[in-house]
T-cell receptor
Framework: DTGVSQDPRHKITKRGQNVTFRCDPISEHNRLYWYRQTLGQGPEFLTYFQNEAQLEKSRLLSDRFSAERPKGSFSTLEIQRTEQGDSAMYLC????????????FGQGTRLTVV | GNSVTQMEGPVTLSEEAFLTINCTYTATGYPSLFWYVQYPGEGLQLLLKATKADDKGSNKGFEATYRKETTSFHLEKGSVQVSDSAVYFCALSEGYGSGGSNYKLTFGKGTLLTVNP
């Protein structure tokens, strides 16, 4: 296993378009997290899954954002009707609920809305 | 709510200099504390952690001690190298160590460290 994988690495889209990002966690990890990082800031929590259940969503996750993890493996994050303020790095992390294991982060998807 | 405040950067040092990056936190409970590092072009990596008061986390020559009385978790290294150039993030989690709770992290803004030869 090579770690947490995110696709695409970069996405440029026009304002108003929909975009979807994919995250493949480490295979034995049942927890999956999405964070957003804007320039000069630390990552901010967006949402968290344990297996296929979405257990927590941040206030940052507006109605235009939706995340899924249909089979408890990979996850998708969709942004509808993108706005320039959505431009950021979207980070995915995964961890295991068995013991106190750390979360491993992917390299992120950088979204630019023009 | 929870928050993390860390030293503003950028920090520029010469090789073999002593490094301190300050970090203080606000939390309602008893959080676990972390330092993450982000090397250019790479994802966030856990550098070290401490799960209770007076614990010292250490890795790759870096150290940080969990100080509950001052709500601090300052990162130190005695002799930095050019390869330590990166962005360093202090973070906390109230879920880690709670047996079944999630690992949601609250991060500081990050401190860019540049080490010159």
């Amino acid at each position: 296993d090579t770690g947490v994988s995110q696709d695409p690495r970069h996405k440029i889209t026009k304002r108003g378009q929909n975009v979807t990002f994919r995250c493949d966690p480490i295979s034995e990890h049942n927890r999956l997290y999405w964070y957003r990082q804007t320039l000069g800031q630390g990552p901010e929590f967006l949402t968290y899954f344990q297996n296929e259940a979405q257990l927590e969503k941040s206030r940052l996750l507006s109605d235009r954002f939706s995340a899924e993890r249909p089979k408890g493996s990979f996850s998708t994050l969709e942004i509808q009707r993108t706005e320039q303020g959505d431009s950021a790095m979207y980070l995915c992390a995964s961890s295991s609920s068995m013991g106190n294991t750390e979360a491993f982060f992917g390299q992120g998807t950088r979204l630019t809305v023009v | 709510g929870n928050s993390v405040t860390q030293m503003e950067g950028p920090v520029t040092l010469s090789e073999e200099a002593f490094l301190t990056i300050n970090c203080t936190y606000t939390a309602t409970g008893y959080p676990s504390l972390f330092w993450y590092v982000q090397y250019p072009g790479e994802g966030l990596q856990l550098l070290l952690k401490a799960t209770k008061a007076d614990d010292k986390g250490s890795n790759k020559g870096f150290e940080a001690t969990y100080r509950k009385e001052t709500t601090s978790f300052h990162l130190e290294k005695g002799s930095v190298q050019v390869s330590d150039s990166a962005v360093y993030f202090c973070a906390l989690s109230e879920g880690y160590g709670s047996g079944g709770s999630n690992y949601k992290l609250t991060f500081g803004k990050g401190t860019l460290l540049t080490v010159n030869p």
